[in-house]
């Protein structure tokens, strides 16, 4: 056996083992994360809702947000201006919630209009013990707060997080989910999960400890700064997929692809360590499945399917993903759709995520809620970055 095939036989070899890996991960995941049990407790609990444009879902999301099954919790919606149409949305439809309240923010030079106002929620909300922060394209179901601050009882945890799903009621919104329970496999690993800003909760104390409000005012990214300070820290992230919300989208594929590699471009600069090893290992499984693909063309079978092997098997993982997210999530069961369509969906998805990991090494600038960011590092640090951003239009 010449060389070059006996190479072919190790990789194939390997990706298969890969491929079968992956599937018994999720399994683990399961049986795992069953036995974790919430010790529920009840400390003051401030939630700050950074907000932008009207959306036709907002009034529900704003209604799901202030109807959670949970007495002492107060909200803090944050506007931009009185001018912006969510303002008016946000006051009609708390106007019977004593609990919660619409403030404007006032732009930071150096950072994003997100964090601008989660810095304004902060100043507004005033002697709570937990802070929550949310987006508002969340619809969160009503034990969500109780189980997302619930591991916060440990104060070895620095904090906790959940994450987006979507319910599929088309195609693209089909592969829409499978990519994003692609993408929440790693929040599953402790060693390399990360804050997802649009349902996360930290210590109050912890948040000020870290002086994080220093870090966010050089900063576009809210969860992944966060994130970098608590790992520097030695500080643990625990995933509640118990308290995954809702959301709702309607991308076509050129949208589905620009958003996605915007995701990883934010994990490029703020999580680089993440970011190397996803597109180094993208890159080498995805080529490996198409030089397998061909190798199969080409007649060589056996070889050609032990390199598309994950491929193949990502019809079962795809089927794993489905049955995890479904079992932990507290959701009617029946808003998952089928599990036969997420399957067939599913080899799609690791191909998208390559895309948008290889895109995401030449994306230099990011467009997001209408403005251009130009990213620019200052400090060449190890260990801490400054982001200075300049918004080229508005």
Known sequence: MNPVSLTIWILGILSFIAGLASIISWIVIR??????????????VGIIVPCKGKD????????????QNYEKYKIVFVVDSKKDPAYKVIAETIRDHRHAKVVTSKPIESSSGKIAALLAGIKT??????????????????NWVRYLISPLKDEAIGATTSYRWYFPHNLW??????????TAATLFLGKYN?????STAIRRKLFEKMDIEERWKNSLSDDLTLTA???EKGYSIRFVPQAIVECFEEKNLYELIKWGTRQNVWTKWYYPQLWRKSVTGAVIFKTLNIIGFILIMTGNTIQGLLLFSPVLLDFIKGWQQFLTFREFMLYPKNRFGSPLAFMLISPISPFLIASNLFLSIF???????????????????????????ISSRN
């Not at 909300?125 to 009503?142: E, L, M, Q, T, W």
């Open 31 to 44: 049986y795992r994360y069953r036995r974790i049990k919430p010790t529920f407790y009840s400390p003051k």
């Open 56 to 67: 036709r879902r907002l009034r529900g999301n704003i209604k799901a947000i202030c109807n």
């Open 125 to 142: 909300i005033g002697n709570v013990d937990i802070y929550v922060f949310a987006d508002s394209d969340i619809r969160p179901h009503k």
């Open 173 to 182: 919104t089909l592969v829409l989910s499978s990519w994003n329970a692609c």
């Open 194 to 198: 990360f804050i997802w800003g649009g």
């Open 229 to 231: 300070a608590l790992k």
């Open 363 to 389: 994306k230099k600038e990011i467009e997001w809620r209408g403005r251009d960011y130009s990213i620019k590092q200052t400090n060449t640090s190890r260990k801490t970055k400054n982001i200075h951003l």
